[in-house]
């Protein structure tokens, strides 16, 4: 799931190009290199911004998980926009026995943001099981 509204990019990443279909009402997302994806990348032009506060961000995070058709997977990945915003407080009532991987860069700022981040997920009971730290040579 590419949470991240404002900066969707996981349909480019994996390289999808063709939308969700829809079958009996659910939303069948594509699959490239075995990994569903669903994102608002489907729905918004790539060069558009999605200008959504609060409850339309938390209506859309609701229909990616319901409206979706996953079958039966055994992970789903959330791809979560920095920060500590409505989408990460909105996922933790959705799913509030998923777990969390913190993904940062070595720069203090960014360690920073990602530190609020756990501090978050400590706060809406959402088990932290590690941090990945991306782009360190």
């Not at 920095?82 to 777990?99: M, V």
Request: hydrophobic residues 45%; proline residues 9%.
């Amino acid at each position: 799931v590419d949470a991240d509204v404002w900066g969707f990019s996981i349909p480019r990443m994996l390289g999808v190009d063709q939308p969700p279909v829809v079958i009996d009402e659910m939303l069948v997302p594509p699959e490239s290199h075995g990994v569903r994806c669903i994102s608002m990348g489907f729905f918004a032009d790539e060069d558009q911004p999605v200008i959504w506060r609060g409850p339309m961000l938390h209506k859309a995070l609701e229909q990616f998980l319901t409206d979706v058709y996953w079958d039966e997977p055994e992970y789903l990945l959330v791809d979560l926009p920095p920060g500590t915003g409505d989408i990460s407080i909105s996922l933790a009532g959705f799913l509030p026995t998923a777990e969390m991987y913190i993904v940062t860069t070595p720069q203090p700022v960014a360690q920073k943001v990602a530190q609020r981040a756990a501090y978050m997920a400590e706060k809406v009971r959402i088990t932290v099981k590690g941090v990945i730290e991306n782009m360190s040579w």
